[in-house]
C-alpha cells in the first residue's frame, strides 16, 4: 500500500475514476520520455511534479482536478512526482501493490479484506524520506477501518501505525486543516492556491476505485 | 531535550530526586568501568542494561524503583542503557541539555520557559534507532504544556512533533495504558513484571527534578 494524500495517489485515483486507461510511473525523468515516446501520441499524456510545481513542458502538474474526463478519459499518463511515484517503484516487487489517498481509503480497504491479506505494509511517501502528517494520517485512517470491519483479528505490529491511529483519532473530523497544518501543506499554501486540492484530497471515501498495479510500474482500477 | 521514558530519563530523574549526586552517562561499557573505577569505591554505582535487562556485575539496572534513597544517596552513578544514554551522549555538545520522562515534564518545560530558549530539539530516544510510542507521546506532553504556559509563541516547525501533539491528545488520559500498548512496553511485560515501573514512568508532573547536563556526559538536578 502506497500513500501519498498530497497528491500523487489522490491524483492517480481521480485519473482512474475519469476514465484514464492506466497510469505509469517513474522516478526518473529520461526514462518517462523514453517510455511515452513509444506510445501513440494522441494516447498519452506527460504528467510531472517537482517540488509542488509542473515540469516544464509536461502536459499536466500532480493535481488531482486536472485529471478531468475530458483530459485522460482512454489515454495512458506517464507520471513522476517528488515523492508518490518513487514509492510506488520502491516496492513495485510485491505481490499486491495498490495506491491510495483519502477518496479512496473505504474502496481500498474493502479490497485488502477481499483478499485476506496475512500482511499489508503501508508506506506514506512522506518528503524527499522524511516523516509526513497527511501520510500518516491517511495509515492510520486505513488501520482504522480494517480494525473496524474486519470480520479476522488485525494486529497493528508498529508504533508507527499506533502513533498514525492515534493521529486519525484525534484529526478524522477535520482533515483539511490536517492537511494544512502539515508542513506539506504549508508547503503548497506558500506557492499557490491549492484550496480546491485540499478539499479534494481531503475528501474521504468518496471514490470506488482501487488503482492496483497490473504490470511494474503500470496502475490500473481494479 | 532527551526523552526516554521507559527508563533511562525517568530513573535518572527519580534518582536525582533520591539524593544521587549525579549521573554519568556512555554508551560504550569499557569506558563507563574505566571511569568509575578511578572514583571512590563507596561513592559509585554502576547502573546499566541492555535489552530491558540488568547488566551482569553492575549493582544496579534501569529502573527507577531501584534507585532509592537509601542507595543512591550522595554517590555517582555510571550509566549506560540500550537507547536512553546513547541519545543523551549523541547530543552532548548542545548549550543546554536536559533529560524528561513524564514525571518530571512540568519541571523541565518550565525550565526551558525560564530560560527563554529560541530553539528546542526534542530527541525520543526511541529503540535501537528506531521511533517509539512512549517518547512521542512524552515528546507531545512537552509540546502541550509549553504551548499553553509560553507567554511567548510556540512554532511547532515539524510533523513530527505535530504527530507527537496528537498522540498525546489522543493518550493523556490513559498514559499507562500508552506505555503497555507501545512495543517497548509490550518487550518489557514479555521479559519479566514490570508493573510498577510502568506506573512509576506513566505518572505525569509528580517531580520538581530538572536534570541537566553540568559538565560533558555528567548531569545533575538543576
Known amino acids: 500500500m502506497v500513500i501519498d494524500v498530497l497528491r500523487a495517489t489522490t491524483t492517480i485515483s481521480w485519473a482512474l475514476k475519469n476514465g484514464a486507461d492506466s497510469i505509469q510511473v517513474f522516478a526518473d525523468l529520461e526514462l518517462l520520455k523514453e ?11 506527460l504528467l510531472g511534479e517537482r517540488g509542488g510545481k509542473k515540469i516544464e513542458g509536461f502536459d499536466l502538474g500532480n493535481s488531482p482536478l486536472s485529471v478531468t474526463n475530458e483530459v485522460v478519459n482512454g489515454k495512458r499518463l506517464f507520471m ?8 510506488l517503484q520502491k516496492v513495485q516487487h510485491v505481490k499486491h501493490l495498490f495506491a491510495m489517498g483519502l477518496p479512496n481509503r473505504r474502496a481500498v480497504a474493502e479490497k485488502i479484506i477481499s483478499l485476506k491479506a496475512e500482511n499489508i505494509l503501508i508506506l506514506g511517501s512522506g518528503w524527499e524520506g522524511s516523516y ?8 492510520g485512517a486505513l488501520a482504522s477501518y480494517l480494525e473496524t470491519n474486519c470480520d479476522f483479528e488485525v494486529k497493528i505490529i508498529n508504533d508507527e501505525l499506533q502513533a498514525a491511529l492515534a493521529l486519525w483519532n484525534f484529526w478524522k473530523n477535520d482533515i483539511l486543516k490536517c492537511l ?15 484550496e480546491e486540492d485540499f478539499k479534494c484530497c481531503s475528501e474521504l471515501d468518496c471514490l ?13 482500477a481494479s
Chains 1, 2 share one sequence.
Open 35 to 45: 517510455s511515452a515516446n513509444k506510445w501513440h501520441a494522441d494516447e498519452r499524456l
Open 80 to 87: 513522476s512526482t517528488t515523492n508518490g511515484t518513487k514509492s
Open 132 to 139: 509526513s502528517l497527511e501520510d500518516s494520517l491517511a495509515a
Open 180 to 194: 494544512k497544518t502539515a508542513t506539506h501543506g504549508k508547503r503548497l499554501t506558500s506557492i499557490g492556491d491549492y
Open 208 to 220: 470506488d476505485i482501487v488503482p492496483a498495479q497490473v504490470e511494474r510500474g503500470v496502475i490500473r
